[in-house]
């Protein structure tokens, strides 16, 4: 079933809330541990685009599910995902330094968002919930998405790396807990079909 006007309008409310949520959070904790990325990651903050994108596109791609069960199924699991992930960066406050924009022009949408996002709420990675429970939903229902997504998504979770918002293992931890919070609410279960 096709996703109606007001399931649309109560999704794009709680993912407007929930971005507020992060930026709120984000300036309320006091005394982050320190972390480094590893110095194997390179820093491309021209990825920054793709990065954002996935962020965003991922979740609007998830209201076009097709089979209301299983859509209800993934936004279950990431706002359970998210919610494990908030309660850690409350619980553990982390913070990663990050280099400052390169001076080339085509560097300033890294530099607007490391202006507006603090280098705070490392560990795990909330970014990669939902394109993994995206992905993993059109497995069962949009596998013609997949030729076009996976590649997609790899390149955006190389990106929330390569401009420095997460490590490697903040970004297997975050979907480690998609694929939990996931199992818990029957994403591949045939009656979410």
Partial sequence: MPVSRREFLVLALLGLLAGAAYFVTCRLISSPADVAMPAWVPFLPILTIPYLLQVVV????????????????????????????????????????????????????????ARTDLPVHVWPAGHILMPVLLIWACWYERRDWLWWLVPAQLVGAFGIAATWQHRPVDILFGSLLAVVAGLWFGVARPAAA
């Fill in 58 to 113: 991922s979740y609007v791609l998830a209201m076009y599910l097709v089979h209301r069960a299983r859509r209800h199924a993934v936004f279950k699991a990431y706002f359970l995902s998210l919610a494990m992930v908030f309660a850690v960066w409350l619980i553990h406050p982390t913070r990663m330094r990050r280099p400052p924009a390169p001076p080339e022009w085509w560097n300033w949408p890294y530099a607007v968002m």
